[in-house]
């Protein structure tokens, strides 16, 4: 194993915090990589690593290196894919919210792929705020207002929200006619990942942002299951318009209070401040700005007069 190979297996297990999790994402033999460390070890004459029957975390010395690895890790990838007709390659992690993947980027996915075909993309799905370093994410794809982080965010989007009912919950509590008298209503309760708590309902009045929590029937922390007991007529719900067409269409689901819309919601993409971007993070971000800006492109032509 020549010196950026052992730099590159260094670096991940220092993010994996584990010899296994790091063999596992670079196809290694665990036994490979336990050699490679302690000839690292060796050959530097210093300890990289504090080991412990649970997990494995980097000495003072181990940080010092690994923020050197980093650096020259970057610096390799960037010259080779300075050259004509070298294009980036190796596994490539991401976590993506699960609406956005199947809506936005699975479809484009293939061209993504015959672009940089030795790209293997591994992609999770999820809407917490994940540790990059520790989990081994090199970016995630997130919607909503962000929290305070250390990582770089770059938004990507804003989707339209819309306020929706099904026909058959229409039927029994009547059509809200405006937002004051939403009185006798009900929602389908949307449980933020971060707080725990039921999200009130947001409408735009006069220019200004009004909240308006209402009883829940039941209370759900996946979109899939927001939507399907919005169709059971369990309640209102407010999401992306993107996410609800097909619903409008089929009359399973009708706008309501269009007057009062949510404001949009910001889609985003995350990675870490501290790591500099490998060539194939750079090209899946650019990839996915340009995914969504042709998106919205479309959706401005489709609602043009």
């Keep these: 194993m020549d010196r950026f190979d052992a730099m590159r297996l260094f ?25 490679a460390l302690k000839q690292l070890e060796a050959r530097l004459g210093v300890r990289l690593l504090q080991r412990t029957t649970r997990s494995v975390s980097p000495t003072l010395d181990g940080e010092a290196y690994y923020q050197r690895c980093l650096r020259l890790i970057a610096d390799l990838e960037d ?29 484009h996915l293939p061209a993504f792929l015959s672009d940089y075909p030795e790209i293997e993309l591994y992609m999770s799905e999820g809407d917490r705020l994940v540790d ?3 989990e081994g994410i090199d970016c995630v794809l997130r919607v909503g207002d962000l929290q305070d982080s250390d990582m770089i965010a770059r938004r990507v989007a804003m989707l339209d929200e819309v306020t929706c009912a099904a ?9 809200p006619e405006s937002i004051e008298r939403l009185d006798g209503h009900r929602v389908v309760g949307f449980r933020s990942s971060a707080t725990g708590g039921v999200l009130p309902l947001e409408f735009t009045q006069a220019g200004a942002v009004r909240h308006i929590t ?12 927001y939507v399907t007991a919005a169709r059971l007529g369990l309640g ?15 009359g399973t689901l009708l706008p309501v209070l269009q007057d009062n819309a949510p404001t949009p919601t910001p889609v985003s993409l995350l990675y870490p401040r501290s790591r500099q971007l490998s060539p194939r993070v750079r090209v899946f971000i650019d990839w996915v700005a340009r995914v969504f800006a042709g998106a919205a492109e479309r959706s401005a032509g489709t609602d043009a007069p």
């Design 214 to 225: 209402l009883p829940a029937t039941v209370s759900v922390n996946g979109a899939e299951s």
């Design 167 to 175: 026909p058959g919950y229409i039927e029994r509590h009547g059509l």
């Design 11 to 35: 670096t991940r297990i220092v993010e994996r915090r584990s010899f296994t999790l790091a063999a596992e994402d670079l196809g290694l033999p665990r036994s490979t990589v336990t050699d």
């Design 236 to 250: 209102l719900i407010q999401a992306p318009r993107y996410h609800l067409e097909a619903d409008f269409a089929r």
């Design 132 to 134: 990059l370093v520790r």
């Design 79 to 107: 010259a080779e894919a300075a050259f004509a007709g070298v294009k980036p390659k190796g596994l490539l992690r991401i976590d993506v919210h699960g609406t956005l993947a199947r809506h936005f980027v699975l479809p």
